[in-house]
Nanobody
Framework: QVQLVESGGGLVQAGGSLRLSCAAS????????MGWFRQAPGKEREVVGA????????YYADSVKGRFTISRDNNKNTLYLQMNSLKPEDTAVYYC????????????????WGQGTQVTVSS
């Protein structure tokens, strides 16, 4: 089983960078696909990106492609989201998630969720 805790959110100016971390506990972390979702006020929750358990396969939403990068350190049981060239439209609560494979992650059905961390990008 997996428990997830996000950190690293905050306030940043447009064009700046921010890195989110997701600390996972549980002995099965290595065998889970991992991903990031976000939800802005008045909008539906959407997938930001996902990574296979091996780290060899990835998916990114078109809105963040080229600006955001997902990585994982299985030795530290930690998932990261590096966000560059941030825009006000990126403002949202960001959630870490874990699932059995990248396909279920991309369609929005992960097995585990973190509590979320707020990211605010000023104009």
């Amino acid at each position: 089983q997996v428990q997830l805790v996000e950190s690293g959110g905050g306030l940043v100016q447009a064009g700046g960078s921010l890195r989110l971390s997701c600390a996972a506990s549980g002995r099965t972390f290595k065998n889970y696909a991992m991903g990031w979702f976000r939800q802005a006020p008045g909008k539906e929750r959407e997938v930001v990106g996902a990574l296979t358990w091996s780290g060899g396969g990835s998916y990114y939403a078109d809105s963040v492609k080229g600006r955001f990068t997902i990585s994982r350190d299985n030795n530290k049981n930690t998932l990261y989201l590096q966000m560059n060239s941030l825009k006000p439209e990126d403002t949202a609560v960001y959630y870490c998630a874990a699932g059995g494979n990248i396909h279920t992650m991309v369609i929005g059905n992960p097995g585990y969720w973190g509590q979320g961390t707020q990211v605010t990008v000023s104009s």
